[in-house]
Nanobody, 128 residues
Framework: ELQLVESGGGSVQAGGSLRLSCTAS????????MGWYRQAPGKECEWVST???????FYADSVKGRFTISQDNAKNTVYLQMTRLKPEDTAVYYC??????????????????????WGQGTQVTVSS
């Protein structure tokens, strides 16, 4: 079974940068899209970015131009480089693997959930 372990969260001031990492181990029965979601207190689960199995990348409008998703296949790791962070980026960030996330993610009200493989989440706090 696939396991995802995230790291790299923390606290930064607005305008700062962080890089999140998601290291995968185990096997999935299909080639996965990889992605990042986030959930802020009192808000629904929000799709952030997708890295498709064909290496295409997609971003939510709220992070486009500021966040970059990438992968290191040798390390089985997916990254989310976050720059020009804003207080509204504050959330728990989750790495996810699923058969298909696509250019707009899948719509989930809760993350994590049982419909895909999820990491444990990492807190990102951006202060003004």
């Amino acid at each position: 079974e696939l396991q995802l372990v995230e790291s790299g969260g923390g606290s930064v001031q607005a305008g700062g940068s962080l890089r999140l990492s998601c290291t995968a181990s185990g096997l999935t029965p299909y080639e996965s899209d990889m992605g990042w979601y986030r959930q802020a207190p009192g808000k629904e689960c929000e799709w952030v970015s997708t890295l498709s199995s064909d290496s295409s990348t997609f971003y939510a409008d709220s992070v486009k131009g500021r966040f970059t998703i990438s992968q290191d296949n040798a390390k089985n790791t997916v990254y989310l480089q976050m720059t020009r962070l804003k207080p509204e980026d504050t959330a728990v960030y989750y790495c996810v693997a699923d058969y298909y996330l696509g250019p707009y993610g899948r719509l989930w009200s809760r993350c994590p959930n049982t419909e895909a493989y999820w990491g444990q989440g990492t807190q990102v706090t951006v202060s003004s």
